[in-house]
């Protein structure tokens, strides 16, 4: 089982395997078509597969985590706290969080009723561009329903944000980093933090350092999809020229699953974390906790 926060969470009857090279997760993002898998092994690249359904990537698969970028658990009323929590952290990136209405928004058959019923059910109304994944959702809904202790929900911008916040071996550098980023510093003093010459941390007052950084540009930009690019490197996963049955995927379909795989290699090692970070998860109406991993 894995602890997170008070909460306790089962992947299948397997505990976490820290430290286990040959463990084998799998990241999902949907794509044009379908989705796009990236398979990692001990953290690091070893296939990438392209689906039509996503029954098919899972059933083929014998892996023990599998992260899906999806919304996992769905409510009866109101909104999820785990999509408040997860743009909560995301700064500028907010918006690639999507507020997730409650299932019988989705059970209707056109927009114009789904979005007058969720916005009786919140008080808000539903995006076109939310109404598009409809099939995606139900698809993965019916599918955790089926696997609930497999399937995971995994954000690849919480997945992002929080490798841009791992710290480096060496605190200093990795505070000399943050100061030369400027932005990312918030009202942190550096002679609070480093000794003199800036190689050694002061013990006292030396304050949390932040598990998200969000990322400044959006993937579906150069800099964005370079920044994603590295950072998954710098995790260990080098995504080849060559991703095979993936090919024709978008590359930042390709990046997110990669960031997704990266997370669910954390939540098969017990090192993931989630959203939100403390108190008892919020159930679905299956009863199952709702959950933003990274």
């Not at 909104?79 to 969080?97: K, M, N, Y």
């Not at 960031?259 to 159930?283: C, E, F, M």
Request: charged share 20%.
């Amino acid at each position: 089982m894995i602890w997170q926060g008070g909460w306790q969470v089962g992947i299948g009857t397997r505990e976490p395997l820290v430290g286990d090279e040959l463990v084998r997760v799998l990241g999902i993002d949907a794509c044009p078509g379908g989705w796009v898998a990236i398979e990692l092994v001990g953290g690091t690249f070893a296939a990438a597969h392209f689906a039509a359904e996503l029954r098919t990537l899972v059933d083929t698969t014998t892996v023990g985590v599998i992260g899906v970028d999806m919304p996992l658990g769905l409510l009866t009323e109101g909104w999820r706290e785990a999509d408040h929590a997860a743009r909560a952290v995301l700064g500028p990136r907010r918006a690639s969080v999507f507020l997730v209405p409650p299932r019988t928004v989705w059970e209707r058959r056109d927009f114009d009723a789904a979005n007058a019923h969720c916005r009786a059910l919140t008080g808000n109304g539903l995006t076109q561009q939310s109404w598009g994944l409809r099939h995606k959702v139900l698809e993965a809904d019916a599918l955790r329903e089926r696997m609930p202790s497999r399937l995971y929900e995994i954000h690849p911008e919480v997945a992002f944000a929080a490798m841009a916040a791992r710290p480096r071996a060496d605190p200093a550098a990795d505070w000399m980093a943050m100061v030369a980023a400027g932005r990312e510093t918030g009202d942190l003093i550096p002679s609070d933090i480093l000794a003199a010459g800036g190689r050694a941390v002061v013990a006292r007052g030396v304050p949390r350092l932040p598990t998200h950084i969000p990322l400044v540009h959006a993937k579906t930009t150069w800099a964005g999809a370079a920044r994603r690019r590295a950072l998954l490197r710098a995790a260990g996963i080098v995504l080849p020229d060559d991703l095979g049955p993936a090919n024709s995927v978008p590359p930042v379909d390709v990046l997110d699953a990669a960031a997704v795989g990266w997370s669910a290699h954390r939540i098969a090692t017990g090192h993931a974390g989630r959203l939100p970070g403390t108190g008892q998860a919020q159930l679905d109406d299956r009863a199952e906790p709702i959950a933003i991993w990274y």
